[in-house]
């Protein structure tokens, strides 16, 4: 990008966060409040998220007005500057808005003492690290810049997995130490993980999509991204052969690539009866279920495993690096993970062959982060949603 044309983006940025949206929510504001009419926004997707379905399905239920506003667009550009104004308009006026991820109109200006603003997150318990956590590493912003455009200083209640997770989330936002609005209430997603017809369902689709799996253990391989969100790709460093040659005859291998990975997984041709590439397949919510085993890195998606307490392989042969590049809330080590950490293919055979969990250790871990996932964690936000005050 040009000098000129990122100049020319700066100046706009600093006119809409610091004059236009403020004037626009002031005047908005002066309309009546509408207590029962609740905005949805959904950050980066273009569809109803699951970090909001079970809500707004909730809410619906008790007699309130649900809405939802897409503020992704995949053109990019500017225009999300006029997508910004647009909600800013209609948040004037409402009893509730949620959001699911990290968007800095919700620090652009000072939301009606009437309004509830709830985070919900994206993801559970504390992983990786993000926001203010990692200003000092090149993955993050600089702390000048996201003081200059704040995202997170409106929330009235942000649910979090556990009580574990309060401060990580903390540090994320910025808040100061006394600041309560970080709630250990529940994730809502997660419910999905307590309905036994769901259970039912992603057996169903499993067995559609991977009838070799009908017989055999399910070993499930899902690692986070590398590389830049708009140009990411899939760490192939897994040794699919090797991995049939111990393995085939008792497991399936299915792997789940990450949401910004395009690229579909280069299996070699006489393994696709032992591995499947069933990310455009499967949603991960049902791969969880059905997994016997899971591999991961860095993926958060432990924390949601965890709540079927199976065993869990840590393949982080990339440890060194990515930890410089990205930086995590605890050690990557035993006292943090719950099962073996392995570097190369060879150590991975013989952790797969060990195959069994400590029980206890991975019920530590559960409760440890996702104590407050117990099925009804929707009901609980409900609640906050229709009560009469802004104290949870």
Partial sequence: MSGLKQAVRNTAKIIMFKGVYPLCYKVSSLRPLRKNKVIFAEIRSGTLTDSFRYIYEEIKTRGLDPQVYYVHNNKGGMGYLLRYLKLTWLMGNVGCVLLNDTCNLFGAFKFRKDTKVIQTWHSCGAFKKWGESITDLSFGESLEELRKFPAHTSYTLCTVSSKECIWAFKEAFGFDIDNNSVQAIGVSRTDFFFKEENRV???????????NAQYKKVLLYAPTYRGDADKAYIPEKLDIKALKENFGSEWVLLVKRHGFVKKEWDIPEDCQDFAFDITEHMPIEDLLFTADMCITDYSSLIFEYSLFERPMIFYAFDLDQFYDYRGFYYPYDYSFLPGPIVKTNEELINAIKQGKADPTVISDFRERFMGACD?????????????QNSEY
């Avoid at 369902?201 to 009838?211: D, G, M, S, V, W």
């Avoid at 099925?375 to 229709?386: H, K, L, P, Q």
């Fill in 201 to 211: 369902k992603a057996f169903e689709n499993l067995y559609k999509n991977c009838p």
């Fill in 375 to 387: 099925g009804r964690s929707t009901e609980r936000i409900a609640d906050y949603i229709v009560s």
